[in-house]
Nanobody, 118 residues
Framework: QVQLVESGGGLVQAGESLRLSCTASESIFRIDAMGWYRQGPGTQRELVARVTRDGTIDYADAVKGRFTISADNIKRTAYLQMNSLKPEDTGVYYC????????????WGQGTQVTVSS
């Protein structure tokens, strides 16, 4: 099992910034990727950004140029710097980690609320 601790959500005005962090507990598993997903009101959960063990990074088109994902492998922590926030960025942001040890598994955090007012 891997536990994820998320922090950094909150209420901001449009144009402001937030930084989310997600720390994975120590385990026997190797971390292969960490990412952030979000679910807005009445929408499905969607990818925001993810970073793999080899440094490959993917962003949703809606956040390119505004959000930056990074990871500290030693601290087992991923960060999501969100700048120039828009009301449509509002939602619950979930951290996901993909780990492996003979088999690949994924674990989700409990989510952190991000609300952007106009």
């Amino acid at each position: 099992q891997v536990q994820l601790v998320e922090s950094g959500g909150g209420l901001v005005q449009a144009g402001e910034s937030l930084r989310l962090s997600c720390t994975a507990s120590e385990s026997i598993f190797r971390i292969d990727a960490m990412g952030w997903y979000r679910q807005g009101p009445g929408t499905q959960r969607e990818l925001v950004a993810r970073v793999t063990r080899d440094g490959t990074i993917d962003y949703a088109d809606a956040v390119k140029g505004r959000f930056t994902i990074s990871a500290d492998n030693i601290k087992r922590t991923a960060y999501l710097q969100m700048n120039s926030l828009k009301p449509e960025d509002t939602g619950v942001y979930y951290c996901k980690v993909v780990v492996s040890r003979k088999v690949s598994l994924q674990f989700w955090g409990q989510g952190t609320q991000v609300t952007v007012s106009s």
